[in-house]
């Protein structure tokens, strides 16, 4: 057969993850002259050959994709004929749009494991080694495409032995950006909290941090995206002594552990869980306990029965657990409402909290925390994504007119920026709370745009008046058009758009706040939605929220202002936890504050209804960490008990009241608990009961609670939950991009 010369465009995350090397590679196989190169959209290949060999060779690409690679599209054409003499890599071809997947951060492969312990490679205990198919990648990206020169490995110079991996296209480090060694890469420096060194070889620094955990010390240890706080897992006074220095009197610890087998004698672990635990992202998995202590200092995770594991993911944190034996504390190292340290500026902040600093000398570009994530009826629910998962590109079920920058929320922060059929979600950035959150906020918009070369012709913003991502958008819109999306409906589009559903829907969105289309508070909202706008068919009656800002923090705040709601005056005499959480001079003053409406706002929220439950059972009346007392009420559920509390559905209005009443007739506290689970389950039978041709969405922070969400899968088994976006309001960025193309649509709901 005659060679015909072919030219074939691949898109998707093709570029630092081995894939001009593994085309090179199959190109030797069946005997094919061409090249390879990367561009502004991913992987151009032109070859010779005939028609059938192409064949194989597209059908090989398919199936033999390397581990890290993913194929958005492949697309080929025939061109007139070119004579190649052999098959070669050639240079990147920068000119065009840039689409290309930026590649996410991954943990270090078998292959790199095997070298990291092996006497006789040349990188033995190297605490940095990696290779096409493993290591850092987002984090030290200056800029597309993924070249050495754009990232912060460019100012370490290669020895000759690495530039001739580098350069050799069948070497798995071929074009290996990070690739180093101890002559010529990164290297490790160990201080004291004054910024005294310590005197160690780099060969025996990672022993000498060893010591200093297993006396008891935290050392803040520099990793991929950030640093980590680290303590022996097993110590109960440095676990305490972590939470007394960082003022974390009870919000869960994550512990990093050495392996499987050790992860299984803390955690009982399915299936799904394990290959999560073990998949190259490596996640904190959330677990249940094998027992209630789970082996470990009840300060890992006080009076709850779930922990958060995770496998260590660099060759570092490998070294550290080899040679420590026991599990660590590793919990991000931030100031409380402010992003992760990513350098040392940011890192002496903490500089009370930390007696030492495990330090390396290559620059963190963009931080990327932990990814947090969960099994629940055999589905994952990612509660943060970032580090492995972000940033990600999901493709919509439309073609964008415009190009698109969604600000997300306020609360679990992330951006997304839209073109064509794509949306880009950045990794979790947080709250937007402090100056130094907004500055992170900020910084990762300009990263995205500046790799991608984006300009905005829309900006989609939240409803919210008072949310930083809308300061930011009226005060930098530009010449972009500014279009605003209610957060709910928002947090339906989110999962309609990654699960590529058309049509409408029946939406159910429960969360701690959003502001609605009167301003109000809403987040116990069930309506019938499209991309093009929604009907609010029905949600929970309002009350009002005691305090404004302060009753998110005291769920007795929120659980007075229903008793006030019930029994009016006469619920300062009642003996019951709540009323008994207040000095009597306080109960006269908010019972003032309620009935005249002082700073009082309304609220419809599912998520404030949990904090009154709470309270009014007296499991928790104020809280240190956004989600407590839902993770509280949790423990307490019992799968035994039946039945449900009585409520009123009237005219789109769910009265919770008759709840209210009768939680303070009950004598049991797990009987409560569970009743009012049951109840939540029962009130989403009865509003959806009408619409059970739709399909079922759910969305919001209400959902990472595990009983919740199990209850209602078993109820709804074919209700539809996000599975690659968080339900809280990290998925709140890929609405507003979905919303933004039907904004002005004449297709759609009105």
């Not at 000398?361 to 492995?388: F, H, P, T, W």
Request: aromatic fraction near 10%; charge should be negative; proline fraction near 5%.
């Amino acid at each position: 057969m005659e060679p015909s010369t072919y030219k074939i465009t691949i898109e998707g995350t093709v570029q630092g993850v081995g894939f001009r090397p593994f085309i090179y590679t199959l190109a030797k196989r069946y005997l094919i002259t061409g090249t390879v190169s990367n561009n502004a959209k991913g992987v151009e290949i032109r070859l010779n050959t005939d028609s059938l060999t192409f064949k194989q060779f597209l059908t090989a690409i398919e199936y033999e994709t390397p581990p890290l690679a993913f194929i958005d599209t492949i697309k080929h054409e025939e061109l007139p004929f070119q004579p190649y003499n052999d098959f070669q890599i050639i240079e990147t071809q920068e000119a065009g749009e840039v689409t290309v997947n930026i590649p996410p951060d991954v943990s270090i492969c078998s292959e790199c494991e095997r070298e990291l312990f092996d006497p006789i490679n040349r990188r033995y205990g190297y605490p940095f080694i990696a290779c096409t198919h493993c290591g850092v990648r987002y984090s030290i990206i200056y800029d597309l495409p993924y070249d050495r020169g754009n990232t912060s490995m460019k100012f370490f110079e290669m020895c000759e032995a690495c530039a001739e991996e580098y350069s050799n296209p069948l070497d798995r480090r071929y074009h290996a950006q990070p690739i180093g060694c101890w002559e010529c890469g990164p290297a490790l420096l160990l201080f004291d909290n004054a910024g005294v060194a310590l005197v160690a070889t780099q060969e025996t620094i990672v022993e000498k941090a060893v010591r200093l955990l297993q006396k008891g010390n935290i050392v803040a240890v520099k990793g991929i995206g950030g640093y980590h706080l680290m303590c022996d897992a097993t110590n109960e006074e440095a676990v305490s002594k972590l939470r007394e220095r960082k003022q974390r009197p009870t919000k869960p610890f994550a512990v990093m552990v050495k392996d499987m087998r050790i992860a299984k004698k803390f955690g009982k672990i399915n299936a799904l869980e394990e290959k999560l635990l073990s998949s190259k992202e490596r996640p904190i998995v959330l677990l249940q306990s094998k027992d209630k202590h789970m082996g470990l200092p009840l300060q890992i995770a006080p009076n709850i029965s779930r922990i958060g594991i995770f496998l260590p993911y660099t060759p570092l944190h490998l070294l550290i657990l080899d040679k420590l034996q026991r599990p660590l504390v590793a919990t991000s190292a931030n100031v409380t409402g402010e992003p992760i340290c990513t350098n040392l500026e940011a890192l002496e902040k903490l500089q009370g909290v930390y007696d030492y600093v495990l330090e390396h000398n290559r620059d963190i570009v963009n931080g990327c925390d932990d990814s947090v994530v969960m099994v629940v009826k055999e589905q994952q629910v990612i509660l943060r994504r970032a580090r492995g998962y972000a940033p990600v590109s999901i493709k919509l079920p439309f073609e964008l007119e415009h190009n698109v920058l969604a600000l997300g929320a306020n609360q679990k922060s992330t951006i997304a920026i839209g073109f064509e059929n794509q949306a880009i979600l950045s990794p979790h950035i947080g709250d937007l709370d402090s100056i130094g959150s907004v500055e992170y906020y900020e910084k990762n918009i300009e990263t995205l745009k500046r790799m991608y070369g984006f300009q905005a012709d829309v900006i989609v913003h939240d409803k919210h008046p008072n949310y930083e991502s809308t300061k930011y958008a009226k005060r930098c819109c530009g010449n972009s058009t500014l279009q605003e999306v209610q957060h709910h409906h928002a947090h339906i589009l989110g999962v309609m758009a990654e699960k590529e559903i058309e049509g409408k829907v029946f939406g159910v969105a429960f969360d701690g706040t959003g502001y609605g289309d009167d301003g109000k508070l809403w987040g116990g909202e069930f309506m019938v939605c499209d991309y093009a706008g929604y009907e609010r068919v029905a949600y929970i009656e309002y009350f009002k929220l005691i305090g404004g800002e302060k009753a998110i923090k005291e769920p007795r705040r929120v659980a007075l202002s229903l008793l006030f709601e019930r029994f009016g005056e006469a619920a300062l005499d009642l003996n019951m936890p709540t009323i008994q959480a207040f000095s009597k001079a306080e109960l006269r003053t908010l019972y003032i504050a309620w009935q005249k409406g002082l700073n009082a706002p309304l609220s419809s929220s599912v998520g404030r209804l949990f904090d009154a439950v709470a309270s009014l059972l007296g499991v928790c009346h104020v809280i240190t960490f956004e989600g407590e007392s839902g993770m509280l009420i949790e423990e307490l559920y019992d799968a035994s008990v039946t039945g449900h509390y009585p409520f009123e559905y009237k005219e789109g209005k769910i009265d919770i009241l008759p709840i209210v009443a009768a939680i303070l007739e009950e004598e049991n506290i797990s009987a409560g608990v569970s009743k009012f689970f049951n109840t939540l389950v029962e009130i989403l039978a009865v509003v959806s009961a009408p619409y059970d041709d739709l399909p079922l969405v759910l969305s919001g922070g209400v959902f990472q609670n595990r009983v919740l969400l199990e209850l209602i899968l078993r109820r709804f088994p074919d209700a539809i939950i996000p599975n690659t976006i968080p339900p809280n309001d990290g998925g709140i960025a890929l609405g507003q991009i979905a919303a933004s193309h039907f904004i002005n649509s004449d297709d759609g709901m009105k």
